[in-house]
C-alpha cells in the first residue's frame, strides 16, 4: 500500500480528517503531498471560500467547499464529523498555514479524536516557528502563545504571565497594535531583545530584531506597518540574581537534553538568570 498514489491509499481508508497546511503566501511553499490530500476530499472546509477557492483554482483542485470558522465552528462540528463517521473525507484549511493553530478546527478535532475517527495532518508552514528559526534568539524553550489581547489592560497581563515564563516566547500581532504593543512589552519585559517578522514567506518579507527600544524606534519612523506580524521575544531582561552552580547545571543539562547545541544552551542559561556567558562557562567548568 505504501507504493499506491496518496488518493488510492485513501479509498483503501475508513472516513478521514485531514489537516492540511496551506501557504503564508507564497504559493511555492504548497507540497505535493496537501495537492493530493485536498484532490481526495469529498469537501473541503475553509475559513474564507472565496479566498480558499483562489488556491485550489490555481493548482487545478476541483471540489466542493463549505465555511468553516471561529462563528460557526461549534454550530457544524458534530454534523461535520458525523459525515466522517460515515466514511467521508473531509479536509480543514486555513486561510494560510497550519490550522487549529491560533485559526478554527480544534473543535472538530477534538470530536474526531474522542470518536476513535481517523486524523492525519498533512505538514504546511507555521509562521511562528518560521521567524523563530530566523530571529536569531535562543530557540528552546520557547512557548507560542498566539494572538495578544486587544485591551492594553489585558495585553499588559498577557506580558507579565510571558515574563514569568524566563524563556523565548513567539506571538502574533495585529499590524495596527503592534507599535502600543512593543511599548506595553517594553514595560513588563525591560529592554529585552525582539525580533519583529512581517510577511513571512512573501515578497515584502522583513525581519527587524534588537533591543525592543531600538525596534520601537524604526517603527515609528513609519506612516504605518503593514502585513502578518509575529513578534519573538528573548526572555526578560533583569539584574543578575544570586544562582547556585547546582541550578546552573541542571538548566544547563536541561536544554542540552532537549537538543540544544552547547553554545547556544550557555547563552540560554545565562539570559534567563541575567549572566554573563563566560561566567556560566566558568561556573560549568568548576
Known amino acids: 500500500m505504501e507504493n499506491l498514489p496518496y488518493t488510492d491509499i485513501l479509498r483503501w481508508m ?20 496537501a495537492i493530493d490530500a485536498l484532490k481526495s476530499a469529498d469537501l473541503i472546509l475553509c475559513e474564507d471560500t472565496r479566498h480558499t477557492r483562489k488556491l485550489l483554482t490555481h493548482f487545478g483542485i476541483d ?23 460515515r466514511g467521508e473525507t ?15 478546527g480544534y473543535r472538530i478535532v477534538r470530536i474526531a479524536r474522542e470518536r476513535g475517527l481517523r486524523v492525519e495532518p498533512i505538514p504546511g508552514p507555521f509562521a511562528g516557528v ?44 495585529s499590524p495596527e497594535r ?4 512593543l511599548e506595553d512589552a517594553l514595560e513588563v519585559f525591560g529592554d529585552s531583545e525582539v525580533a519583529v517578522a512581517r ?8 525581519i527587524i530584531s534588537g533591543k525592543i527600544s531600538e525596534v520601537l524606534a524604526q517603527l515609528r519612523e513609519r506612516d504605518r506597518v503593514h502585513g502578518e506580524i509575529t513578534l519573538v521575544f528573548a526572555a526578560p531582561a533583569r539584574e543578575a540574581e544570586a544562582v547556585s552552580t547546582e541550578t546552573l547545571r541542571e ?11 552547547r553554545n547556544d544552551a550557555v547563552k540560554a542559561v545565562a539570559e534567563k538568570f541575567g549572566m554573563r556567558k563566560n561566567d556560566v562557562y566558568r561556573l560549568l567548568a568548576g
Open 251 to 261: 538548566e544547563f543539562e536541561r536544554l542540552r537534553e532537549s537538543g540544544m547545541r
Open 14 to 33: 475508513p472516513g478521514t480528517l485531514l489537516i492540511v497546511g496551506t501557504p503564508l503566501g507564497n504559493l511555492s511553499d504548497m507540497p505535493p503531498r
Open 178 to 181: 503592534v507599535v502600543a504593543s
Open 130 to 173: 518560521l521567524a523563530l528559526a530566523a530571529s536569531g534568539l535562543p530557540p528552546l524553550p520557547f512557548t507560542f502563545l498566539g494572538f495578544t489581547p486587544h485591551r492594553q489592560g489585558e495585553r499588559l497581563d498577557f506580558y507579565r504571565n510571558a515574563a514569568e515564563l524566563a524563556h523565548t516566547v513567539v506571538i502574533y500581532e
Open 90 to 104: 473531509l479536509a480543514l484549511v486555513s486561510d494560510a498555514g497550519m490550522p487549529v493553530i491560533s485559526d478554527p
Open 199 to 206: 510577511e513571512m514567506t512573501k515578497m515584502h518579507e522583513e
Open 63 to 85: 471540489r466542493p467547499t463549505d465555511s468553516y470558522h471561529e462563528h460557526n465552528e461549534d454550530e457544524k462540528a458534530a454534523g461535520l464529523v458525523d459525515r466522517v463517521e
